[in-house]
């Protein structure tokens, strides 16, 4: 199949492809989505075929207008009614127990659906044009890191998919905070650029789920089912290296060769001899969440490079959503020097 590429006021256009049935990758304001009428089975499995992602992850439902979420919830609690007229439109999405109206293919089977009503224009006009709601995962082949460009969408996805409509370049660069409220106290099943500690300022304690920074054990049932898949993996070794600035530059300044690359940021650069790849600055986590996904591409276009030593970020506020994307790209492989 060809895949058209959509410009920005080709938003009708994008919701007739959806409308028929196709899939069409959308921008987001975290990353590129892979959208399908949310309310249509079929369409909703060619999602799954198309990114090769098993049938037991759920999707997130995306929605134009907050008030949109309540055909798809049973009950909507004080504190997600709260963090809802807090932040959105924007990264922040909920789980709660999902009405009739959420087709199983959606949720997985679960009783319970994630519903997200971002930020990006372009996305939300192609969902208010469809009148449906859109299930959108990243679009990305399953274990691959998540597109934050059109480029990244083309790589994985050309010719599998109906259309990509060319939103530009991300701003946010990581997935969409997810918290449940599916048990009676909150909890973060995949942390995003909407921090525990603003969500907390509002709505007191959230508690965060052991996958986001561990691995799952062994029979151990997973909240988020798309937390015990490999997930953001170049085709080279990632090794998390947890060490100050000069321990961690002396570090891979010793153990360098052709095949070493180090993932650092912009401020280390200079003074690493081998090869390198920044993400983003030391202090900035947030210029950290916007690159990390396209430095983790830019390590597979190396063919050479076999092990990565990166850098590990700064565990606070976004800093948290990007380690817990590294370890996952690292295998949960960690150095501590
Ligand atoms: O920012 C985002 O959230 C992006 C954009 C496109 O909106 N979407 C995204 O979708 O990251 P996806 O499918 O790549 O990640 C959704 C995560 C997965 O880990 C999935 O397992 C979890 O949310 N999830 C979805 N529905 C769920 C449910 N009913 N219960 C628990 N976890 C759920
Ligand atoms: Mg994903």
Redesign the pocket.
Known sequence: METKLLHQGEEKLAAEILAAGGLVALP?E????LGADGLNEEAIKKIFIAKGRPAD????L?IAEPQDILDLVLTLPPKASTLIDEFWPG?L?V?LP?TKTVPSAV??D?P???V?C?ANESIRLVIKYLKRPIA????NISGKP?PTKVSHVLQDLNGKIDAILDGGDCELGL??T?V?F?SKAPCI??P?SITKEQMEDLVGDIAVDPAVLGRIKQGQKA?????KYTHYAPRAKVVVVKADKETYIDFVNKNSSENILSLCFEEDKARINGKSISYGKEKDTTSQANLFFDALRKIDNLPEIELVYARCPYMQGVGLAVYNRLIRAAGFEVIEL
């Open positions: 987001t975290t990353v590129y989505g992850n759920p999707l997130i995306h990264p999405t789980i999902k949720s997985a679960l319970n659906v994630a997200r971002p959108a995962p990243s679009a998540s997935e969409s997810v449940s599916v099943l995949r995003g909240l988020s089912p798309g937390m």
